[in-house]
């Protein structure tokens, strides 16, 4: 009787606890998986880009993602690999350092 008792006790802690590291996983507010299912390498220009998102590759996804939110509020997924996807990156890179610099 008591190794009933045992194992259901082992049982209902091992579902506890399996249980808890989901919820934790969930509350982490991080995707487990890419954002983006198709890019596009249509040109946008900056001035239409509200906020731009750089999600490097991890174990979550194995691409970089590259997620321009436009000004009327439309989220785009643009191709890391398009030439002028890399230009307005690498501006606004290097505008960002000259900021830094100066103060």
């Known amino acids: 009787m008591s190794s009933k008792v045992t ?3 082992l049982t209902l802690f091992v579902f ?4 808890t590291q989901a919820a934790s996983i969930g509350r982490t507010g991080m995707n487990l ?3 983006c299912i198709k890019t596009s390498s ?3 220009h900056p001035q239409f880009m509200e906020n731009i998102e750089i999600i490097p590759s991890g174990p ?3 691409n ?4 321009v939110t436009l000004q009327s ?10 030439p ?12 960002s350092k000259k900021t830094t610099e100066d103060q």
């Open 33 to 35: 998986r890419c954002q």
């Open 42 to 44: 249509n040109f946008i």
């Open 73 to 82: 509020s439309d989220r785009v997924c643009l191709n890391p690999k398009s």
């Open 64 to 67: 970089v993602e590259i997620i």
């Open 84 to 95: 002028w996807v890399n230009k307005v990156i690498n501006r606004i890179m290097s505008r």
């Open 60 to 62: 979550h996804c194995e």
């Open 16 to 19: 506890y606890v399996a249980a």
């Open 7 to 9: 194992l259901i006790t």
